[in-house]
């Protein structure tokens, strides 16, 4: 069968992820000039965020992305009450890790330089793309904060569903949403255990990115710009 469709992992495939929550608001603490200590604090902060996260694996179920912002401005109320800050400053450092995140440029995330060229060339030729990701509901918030949700049928986070990859149902998920036989579908991701065994648990084929060229298995790709031809267009 010929390639319809392509879904992708998001992090280390599509965006450059670089996200640690409690570095995160300790960053934001500082921009705002506020006393910071960044292992006291920090560690009162990850403290506060695994108490709190059977909550958060709850609420990711609802599909609920208002619930995902007042889950995290609670979490910053909560530790500003922890740290001895003012009640006010926790919208404001809510606020300031909003622009860090989705803002540019992005203490968090990066656009890959081969991902719009190649979602570009795919698109042109008719292909069906969905996103596949081990990721929470704010999947959705970075897709669309990069311009990326035109290009895609079907954004599937792991966490709305309460099943990740490498578990194929995952995958199933995605191909039921875009109407396409495993067969004719070509999955693309970082990580040799999720993305390529899951997909071939699926009844997909399956790349691997390695943008940085060490592997000679022709699973592998260097770069997305090597896709479309890979797949037969």
């Not at 609420?59 to 619930?67: F, G, H, I, S, V």
């Not at 008719?126 to 918030?141: C, R, T, Y």
């Not at 669309?144 to 966490?159: E, T």
């Amino acid at each position: 069968m010929s390639v319809r469709a392509v879904t992708f992992d998001c992090a280390q495939t599509l965006l450059a992820v670089d996200w640690k929550p409690a570095a995160l608001a300790i960053e934001c603490a500082k921009r705002l000039g506020l006393p910071v200590d960044d292992w006291t604090h920090g560690n009162a902060y990850d403290q506060l965020l695994r108490k709190a996260w059977p909550a958060f694996v709850e609420m990711n179920l609802t599909r609920d992305e208002d619930a995902s912002d007042l889950f995290w401005r609670e979490l910053t109320q909560a530790w500003c009450r922890e740290c001895g800050f003012e009640p006010a400053t926790a919208s404001d450092l809510y606020d300031t890790a909003e622009r860090l995140i989705y803002g540019r440029p992005s203490s968090v995330f990066a656009l890959y330089d081969d991902v719009i060229p190649c979602l570009t060339a795919l698109r042109e030729r008719g292909i069906k793309m969905a996103i596949v990701s081990n990721w929470d509901i704010s999947l959705h918030k970075a897709v669309r904060s990069y311009g990326l949700a035109p290009f895609f049928d079907k954004v599937v986070a792991s966490m709305e569903e309460g099943i990740e990859k490498p578990d194929p149902r995952i995958f199933k998920i995605a191909l039921d949403a875009l109407g396409i036989d495993p067969l004719e579908c070509v999955h693309v991701g970082d990580n040799p255990l999720d993305d390529l065994a899951g997909a071939r648990r699926a009844g997909m084929k399956a790349f691997v990115i390695d943008r940085r060229g060490e592997s000679t298995s022709n699973v592998y790709i260097s770069s997305l710009l090597e896709l479309p031809e890979r797949i037969g267009l």
